[in-house]
Every structure is written in C-alpha cells, then in structure tokens.
C-alpha cells in the first residue's frame, strides 16, 4: 500500500513539474505577445507562417511567429522622423480584427453586466422545444428582438431567430441550407458557386472551402462572376475590410444573397433603414466587443431555410452554448437598457454613444496620422442621416483601408518594417498596395500606432 502511494506520489510530481514547465512557457509567450514584445531570433518556423498566411481567424500564434519573422528582417528601405516614445521597438499587432477596446466600457459599468450560474444551471442541451431552433434561449432571443428594435437596423418580424457559435458557423449554415434545398436556384450535379465582390472579407474563401465541400465552392469576385448558373453572394455591409456600405453586384436570376451585418451598427456606420433581407447575419463580436463569447444569429424569412441550417448546426456541435447565450442576453440587455431613450441617447451610460464617440475620435486622429505622414490614403465617406441618433453622422469603420501612395508597391511589407502588423489587400482579393489594419483594439496600442504611423516617412 506505501509503495503504491510512494509510487503515485512520485508520479504526481513528475506530472505537476510538467505542468509547472508548462505554464511557466505559456505564460511567458503569453507576456511576450501582450508586450508585443518578442525576442531577438532567426527561427523563421516556416511551416507555421504558412499555415497563418490565409488566416481570419485569430491566432495568437500567428502573431507571434510574424512578430519573430519581422523582428530578425532588419528594416532596410525607410526611416522613421522622428524616434518615437517606446523607441520604435515595439512590433504593433492591428492584423486581427480583436475588439479589445471595448473593455473599458464594460469595466466602467462594474456589476451591471454580471451574470452568476450556478452548477446545476443550463445543463440540457435543450433550450425551447416549442422553436424550429431549439437550442435557441428564450432570454437571448428576446434580448436580440429588443435590440434591433431598438436600434432600428434589422427587421425581426416574422423572422425565425437561428443561433450560432459566432457568425462564422452560421455562415456555413447558411451554404449548407441554401445550397441543399431543393430550389430553382440549385443544381444538384454540381457545388453551388459561392462569390463576393473584392475587396472581400479574408475569411470567406478559406471557410468555404476549407472541407472541398461537395456542395458549394469558393468562385472569388463576384464582378467577374459570369457563369450562367446558380450562385450564392455574400454582400457584406457595411464592408470589411473597406467600410462601405454595399448591394449585390452579380443579380442574376439564380443567386441567392447572404447579407453579412456584422457592422451595421451605430457607432460604424449610419443607421438608414431597417435591413429587410431574407437571410441576414450578425454577429455578437463586433457590437459589444465581446468575440470571445462566440456569438452569433441570423434573422431568416424562410422557415425551411431557417430549418436546415439548424439541422447543420445540430450536425455539427449539437446546439449552441447556453452559458454563452445567457451571458450575451445580459450583455445585450445592458446594452438596450442604456439606448431605449428618445432621440440620440446622451446617457453616459449608453454604449452606443461610448462607442461612437471612441470611434470618431479614433478616425479623426487616424486621418491627422496620414495626412502628417503624406506616404497613405484612406477612403473618403458621405455622412448621411442616422435614424438611430437622429442626425448626420459619418461612417466609422472597424478597419481603416489604408493605401500606400507612389512607388510603395506592397504596403504590408512596408508597414512591417516599421514594426505595423497590417494585413495585406492580396487576402481580400486586391493589389498588395493595400493593407486592413484594425481600429479596434486597446488604447495603448491605439495610441502607439497613431505615433508610429504619423512619423513614418521615406
Ligand atoms: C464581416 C464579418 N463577418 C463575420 C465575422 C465573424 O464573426 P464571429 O466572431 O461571430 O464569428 C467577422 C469577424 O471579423 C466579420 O468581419
């Protein structure tokens, strides 16, 4: 009996050093890819920047071993103006599209947005019976219902809810459902084309075909798009990466249309109407800030439609998560609790008016940087009336399309050797002229971006 305990004692140990190595590594490379900071080295670790280069979806990971690429290629071609605070040593990540800024807002508002669950809470994988999607929480469905009523960017009428572990799966969902029924629009020989006008979001032709579906497959722009058979487009608006707002370009009698709404938010973009689309798609990221909750819905007219792609979603992870469900329903609550006033909301608790303000500011801050630099331009946006704050507002988009001027032929690589971590427009279907960076992660690397940026010069 005391040899088999010495034995275990001695095995837990070894386990618990292990352990311990462990999470002494993962929090160093943890504190290095915060800090931005990493350290000097020549371990190019090609097959991982490989398996990052057609990326969307966050990897700190590939952060890191772009960071490490960067750092060991010395800057050769252009200079800074001036040294900046930090040195200039700091590699600025913006390549994702993380909302880290909002943190502060929900820090500010404490207690209001805490939910407590306890052991024996949400535990059957089942949510509502009596809905077609039936791993849908009532409370969450309510909370969405409230807010795009309240904010008057979606109808929601006569619309079935489907949920999502983020936008990402319902969108798959969506190519399944619309590329499986029997419709006029589909032939069932062959994989239904999938197309979205350049420049497109970075991640649509990886997922779509990422598992060489049967079903559908990725045919690229949808203004060169010319086969005269079914098709499915993806109007994203307002756009990522280049924040306009968009309409279908293909329309041809056989598409379908998949409106992605990510960003049809107030604090982006004007609110002119109610969407009223037959499939459209939001994502719980980008409103609140809140991607790693892995949110998402779509508002569906058709109820078959809205059928199948709950069977994808049953088919692939069983339902969605209560816990995060419940979670965004709190999250969203606080949000429509701050925002169901008359007229633009001047309550400093508003999120939408937070948010708006922090995004104008960092616009305005962000066209002074390349008008100080003159190596860059930006696209230029209309204000038109916002129903939602009852006045003209302009466009503030979560990612800034940034375009190197004259001979700078490919601006990510530019921007890299000024330690910016952009992403380059080839991912999104266009010339390396242009990059996405984003404008929405924390102040401090905000700030230091701005610096860097306006001291950049040739
Ligand atoms: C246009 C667009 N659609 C969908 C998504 C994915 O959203 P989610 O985090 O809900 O998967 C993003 C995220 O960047 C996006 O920009």
């Given at each position: 009996m005391?040899?088999?305990?010495?034995?275990?004692?001695?095995?837990?140990?070894?386990?618990?050093?292990?352990?311990?190595?462990?999470?002494?590594?993962s929090?160093?490379?943890?504190?290095?890819?915060?800090?931005?900071?990493?350290?000097?080295?020549?371990?190019?670790?090609?097959?991982?920047?490989?398996?990052?280069?057609?990326?969307?979806?966050?990897?700190?990971?590939?952060?890191?071993?772009?960071?490490?690429?960067?750092?060991?290629?010395?800057?050769?071609?252009?200079?800074?103006?001036?040294?900046?605070?930090?040195?200039?040593?700091?590699?600025i990540?913006?390549?994702?599209?993380?909302?880290?800024?909002?943190?502060?807002?929900?820090?500010?508002?404490?207690?209001?947005?805490?939910?407590?669950?306890?052991?024996?809470?949400?535990?059957?994988?089942?949510?509502?019976?009596?809905?077609?999607?039936?791993?849908?929480?009532?409370?969450?469905?309510?909370?969405?219902?409230?807010?795009?009523?309240?904010?008057?960017?979606?109808?929601?009428?006569?619309?079935?809810i489907v949920?999502?572990?983020?936008?990402?799966?319902?969108?798959?969902?969506?190519?399944?459902?619309?590329?499986?029924?029997?419709?006029?629009?589909?032939?069932?020989?062959?994989?239904?084309?999938?197309?979205?006008?350049?420049?497109?979001?970075?991640?649509?032709?990886?997922?779509?075909?990422?598992?060489?579906?049967?079903?559908?497959?990725?045919?690229?722009?949808?203004?060169?798009?010319?086969k005269?058979e079914?098709?499915?487009?993806?109007?994203?608006?307002?756009?990522?990466?280049?924040?306009?707002?968009?309409?279908?370009?293909?329309?041809?009698?056989?598409?379908?249309?998949?409106?992605?709404?990510?960003?049809?938010?107030?604090?982006?973009?004007?609110?002119?109407?109610?969407?009223?689309?037959?499939?459209?798609?939001?994502?719980?990221?980008?409103?609140?800030?809140?991607?790693?909750?892995?949110?998402?819905?779509?508002?569906?007219?058709?109820?078959?439609?809205?059928?199948?792609?709950?069977?994808f979603?049953?088919?692939?992870?069983?339902?969605?998560?209560?816990d995060?469900?419940?979670?965004?329903?709190?999250?969203?609550?606080v949000?429509?609790d701050?925002?169901?006033?008359?007229?633009?909301?001047e309550?400093?608790?508003?999120?939408?008016?937070?948010?708006?303000?922090?995004?104008?500011?960092?616009?305005?801050?962000?066209?002074?940087?390349?008008?100080?630099?003159?190596?860059?331009?930006?696209?230029?946006?209309?204000?038109?009336?916002?129903?939602?704050?009852?006045?003209?507002?302009?466009?503030?988009?979560?990612?800034?399309?940034?375009?190197?001027?004259?001979?700078?032929?490919?601006?990510?690589?530019?921007?890299?050797?000024?330690?910016?971590?952009?992403?380059?427009?080839?991912?999104?279907?266009?010339?390396?002229?242009?990059?996405?960076i984003?404008?929405?992660?924390?102040?401090?690397?905000?700030?230091?971006?701005?610096?860097?940026?306006?001291?950049?010069?040739?």
């Open positions: 005391d040899k088999v305990k010495q034995v275990s004692w001695a095995f837990l140990r070894r386990h618990l050093l292990l352990l311990s190595l462990t999470l002494n590594l929090l160093l490379s943890r504190f290095v890819y915060e800090r931005g900071i990493l350290p000097e080295t020549t371990d190019h670790r090609p097959h991982q920047e490989e398996l990052c280069f057609e990326k969307e979806i966050i990897n700190p990971v590939c952060g890191a071993s772009e960071q490490e690429a960067h750092v060991s290629r010395s800057s050769t071609h252009s200079s800074s103006r001036a040294q900046a605070a930090d040195g200039g040593n700091k590699v990540n913006l390549d994702h599209g993380d909302p880290t800024m909002y943190e502060e807002y929900w820090r500010r508002m404490g207690e209001k947005s805490r939910i407590v669950m306890r052991g024996w809470d949400s535990m059957s994988y089942f949510s509502d019976l009596e809905n077609l999607c039936w791993f849908l929480e009532p409370e969450f469905a309510k909370q969405i219902t409230r807010l795009h009523g309240s904010v008057g960017n979606a109808v929601t009428h006569d619309r079935h949920v999502g572990t983020g936008s990402t799966q319902l969108f798959q969902a969506a190519l399944y459902a619309l590329s499986l029924l029997p419709s006029p629009h589909a032939s069932p020989q062959q994989p239904i084309s999938v197309v979205s006008a350049v420049p497109y979001y970075s991640s649509y032709p990886s997922v779509t075909d990422y598992l060489k579906s049967g079903l559908y497959k990725w045919e690229g722009d949808a203004y060169t798009f010319t005269e079914p098709y499915i487009e993806l109007v994203t608006s307002p756009n990522n990466p280049d924040g306009f707002i968009r309409q279908p370009v293909v329309n041809r009698s056989r598409g379908i249309v998949v409106y992605d709404l990510a960003y049809y938010w107030p604090q982006y973009t004007p609110i002119t109407s109610a969407a009223d689309h037959d499939l459209m798609l939001f994502t719980f990221s980008k409103i609140t800030g809140h991607a790693g909750t892995r949110m998402g819905w779509a508002l569906v007219k058709d109820k078959e439609v809205a059928r199948k792609m709950t069977e979603i049953v088919l692939n992870t069983i339902g969605v998560s209560k995060s469900q419940l979670r965004a329903a709190k999250i969203l609550q949000v429509s701050g925002s169901e006033h008359m007229g633009f909301p309550d400093a608790d508003s999120f939408f008016l937070y948010a708006y303000h922090q995004m104008t500011l960092r616009w305005e801050r962000l066209r002074d940087a390349v008008r100080h630099s003159g190596l860059f331009s930006l696209p230029e946006f209309l204000a038109q009336f916002c129903n939602y704050n009852g006045g003209f507002t302009e466009p503030h988009p979560a990612f800034a399309w940034l375009k190197c001027k004259g001979d700078i032929e490919d601006c990510e690589s530019f921007l890299r050797e000024h330690k910016i971590i952009t992403r380059s427009g080839r991912h999104f279907g266009m010339e390396a002229k242009y990059v996405r984003s404008m929405l992660d924390r102040d401090e690397k905000f700030n230091l971006f701005m610096e860097r940026l306006s001291n950049i010069s040739l």
